[in-house]
């Protein structure tokens, strides 16, 4: 079966240009998120229950919800947002910076390239009453893959990154998925102490 017969990706600017109905508006979409449960990453929870709504509204991200097209359950949700991002030269192969030359400038002082590009923010299943066991990662990833090929087929651009914990699964995972490491950072956030996250891109 084809992945857009089985699930659905909503935009959650359906919910909010609907303002304060009760039955389809901001006041559902609070409902919604609140079923929403990650005991493997709690920041990814965090944000979809406290920041991704003011996110979007400032157009700092998108949210997308990922719903189930046979039972309607909420089974996950991803993230996407424009960000600049600088890329080390000797961080990368020579096919990646011969395309990436192409939407970058290149800063000989820091031997880097600087971009725009598309970040898969966040990423994460609904584990409430056990939804994670309906989408696999690699699904809920080529979702959020088809909505930046949408935006790259309206805008342009050739770079998608995302960060991710220094996890050999997780970053397993990403490479199965043709991302690759090009950098890390350390990063802190509210349910953490300072930590490293690592950095890996691909190109549309």
Same mark, same amino acid.
């Given at each position: 079966?084809?992945?857009?017969? !089985?699930?659905?990706?909503?935009?959650?600017?359906?919910?909010?240009?609907?303002?304060?109905?009760?039955?389809?508006?901001?006041?559902?979409?609070?409902?919604?998120?609140?079923?929403?449960?990650?005991?493997?990453?709690?920041?990814?929870?965090?944000?979809?229950?406290?920041?991704?709504?003011?996110?979007?509204? !400032?157009?700092?991200?998108?949210?997308?919800?990922?719903?189930?097209?046979?039972?309607?359950?909420?089974?996950?949700?991803?993230?996407?947002?424009?960000?600049?991002?600088?890329?080390?030269?000797?961080?990368?192969?020579?096919?990646?910076?011969?395309?990436?030359?192409?939407?970058?400038?290149?800063?000989?002082?820091?031997?880097?390239?600087?971009?725009?590009?598309?970040?898969?923010? /966040?990423?994460?299943?609904?584990?409430?009453?056990?939804?994670?066991?309906?989408?696999?990662?690699?699904?809920?990833?080529?979702?959020?893959?088809?909505?930046?090929?949408?935006?790259?087929?309206?805008?342009?651009?050739?770079?998608?990154?995302?960060?991710?914990?220094?996890?050999?699964?997780?970053?397993?995972?990403?490479?199965?998925?043709?991302?690759?490491?090009?950098?890390?950072?350390?990063?802190?956030?509210?349910?953490?102490?300072?930590?490293?996250?690592? /950095?890996?891109?691909?190109?549309?």
């Amino acid at each position: 079966m084809l992945i857009k017969d !089985k699930y659905i990706k909503i935009n959650i600017r359906e919910y909010l240009a609907l303002g304060a109905d009760d039955d389809a508006g901001e006041p559902a979409l609070d409902r919604l998120l609140s079923e929403f449960s990650c005991p493997k990453n709690p920041d990814v929870e965090y944000f979809l229950k406290n920041n991704c709504v003011e996110f979007t509204k !400032k157009n700092q991200s998108v949210t997308y919800l990922v719903m189930s097209m046979e039972k309607g359950e909420f089974l996950g949700y991803f993230t996407i947002a424009l960000k600049p991002l600088t890329v080390r030269d000797e961080m990368v192969s020579n096919t990646v910076k011969r395309k990436i030359k192409r939407v970058s400038e290149f800063d000989s002082q820091t031997n880097s390239y600087t971009m725009s590009a598309y970040l898969i923010a /966040q990423l994460g299943k609904n584990y409430t009453d056990g939804r994670n066991k309906e989408i696999t990662g690699t699904e809920l990833l080529e979702l959020a893959w088809s909505v930046i090929e949408d935006m790259q087929y309206r805008g342009g651009g050739m770079v998608v990154f995302l960060e991710a914990n220094n996890e050999e699964k997780l970053l397993s995972f990403y490479r199965d998925n043709k991302f690759r490491q090009f950098d890390t950072r350390l990063t802190a956030s509210k349910e953490a102490e300072p930590h490293e996250l690592v /950095q890996l891109l691909r190109l549309l």
